[in-house]
């Protein structure tokens, strides 16, 4: 009798939900999903359509898994904002405050960054370790009907792991090291070797830095260390370790980022590639490759300051003088037989043991169609 009165009052809805209730039931998304482990979250079958980091501006910029898109639930002054609350006023008042910022910026994504994802689309969203920012968003995502999950640990899980894995994946791995003087084009035949299909890992690409007191890139900030690392990650974890891989023949220090030990103690013991150009060539390549420093002799000078304590300033200033009346070639000589040269060979001689029965090549010239005939020369062996 009860179930008839039910009927009588609800109609339709009570007869269609008593026809359909189990297939409704498995129709509906779950709206809090249990988080997914960092691991089975970055294989590449895991099915994500998009990774969303839903930290601040300045957490995105310093480090964050690749690909990801940046939408934050609270930006950097709302984070202050909300913190001041916390500490000044109640946890409560934080809290309101923060849910009031969070919706008004979850809405604003879904109108903006998010506007145009389809039905089925299924992204995975991280915060710092997988608390209230990534929650909110992964909820009203699955509220929506998206199949949203939220990374276990957040950022901070997935640092844990790309730490882990820059110890446990170099060892797995066949490196061949590119090695020769400054000059000689290493980054050229690097470059030609992954052009024809050779796997590589351009450390200063990386690092956005050439690795040299004057290496530098010109209005291009370096990566922060973990962003350095993450990069480096991202290239070890796609990696064949039936093939080889190709580095150049870098210190411990690229620029000011740093090199990850295994990594680097793997590089130390591989087999050896030099590469040779003539005197002349190296010149012409150098004054190439930092033309920057022509167009800007001040930046040079400034940096060449930095050599006085190693080479005294007697030394520094016959250098200097050389940049003031633009004798270039004859800079860049004196810089590679004074400075350069004997700095390399001392580290490679103390660093890389198997340098001194390296494989020799030289490019017939400085030409990219030279560097890519070396390259399939190279890979032909």
């Not at 639930?73 to 409560?92: K, N």
């Not at 190693?310 to 800079?331: C, H, I």
């Not at 198997?354 to 032909?380: C, H, I, K, N």
Request: with cysteine.
């Amino acid at each position: 009798m009860r179930r008839f009165w039910r009927a009588q009052r609800d109609g339709p809805r009570f007869w269609r939900a008593q026809r359909d209730g189990p297939r409704l039931l498995r129709a509906q998304p779950d709206v809090n999903p249990p988080p997914v482990d960092c691991a089975e979250a970055l294989q590449a079958a895991s099915g994500f359509d998009d990774v969303i980091d839903v930290r601040s501006e300045s957490e995105f910029a310093d480090d964050h898994i690749p690909g990801a898109i940046n939408c934050p639930v609270l930006d950097d002054r709302q984070r202050a904002e909300v913190g001041t609350l916390h500490r000044q006023a109640s946890i409560f008042e934080a809290r309101r405050r923060g849910a009031a910022l969070v919706s008004a910026n979850i809405a604003r994504h879904l109108e903006g960054a998010l506007a145009d994802k389809p039905r089925h689309w299924r992204p995975l969203v991280y915060c710092w370790r997988g608390g209230n920012r990534s929650a909110a968003m992964t909820h009203v995502l699955c509220r929506i009907g998206w199949g949203a999950r939220s990374l276990d640990g957040g950022y901070r899980g997935f640092r844990r792991h790309v730490i882990r894995q820059l110890d446990e994946l170099p060892p797995q791995l066949d490196f061949r090291v590119i090695c020769g003087p400054t000059g000689s084009g290493k980054s050229r035949l690097l470059a030609a070797l992954g052009a024809a299909g050779a796997q590589t890992i351009d450390l200063e690409d990386l690092a956005q830095h050439r690795g040299s007191v004057l290496g530098g890139m010109p209005h291009q900030p370096q990566p922060t260390q973990r962003r350095f690392e993450t990069l480096i990650w991202d290239c070890l974890r796609h990696a064949d370790p039936a093939r080889p891989v190709y580095v150049e023949s870098e210190s411990r220090k690229v620029g000011d980022c740093s090199v990850p030990e295994a990594l680097i103690g793997c590089m130390r013991s591989a087999a050896c590639v030099r590469i040779e150009l003539s005197m002349d060539e190296r010149v012409c390549l150098l004054r190439d490759e930092y033309a920057h420093y022509e167009l800007d002799p001040a930046a040079l000078l400034a940096q060449l300051e930095c050599l006085a304590p190693r080479y005294g300033n007697e030394t520094v200033r016959a250098w200097k003088a050389l940049t003031e009346s633009g004798n270039w070639d004859r800079l860049v000589e004196c810089l590679l037989y004074e400075h350069y040269d004997p700095a390399y060979q001392r580290s490679i001689d103390r660093n890389f043991s198997r340098a001194s029965v390296a494989a020799v090549v030289r490019p017939q010239g400085m030409s990219e169609s030279a560097f890519a005939t070396t390259a399939a020369a190279l890979l032909a062996k």
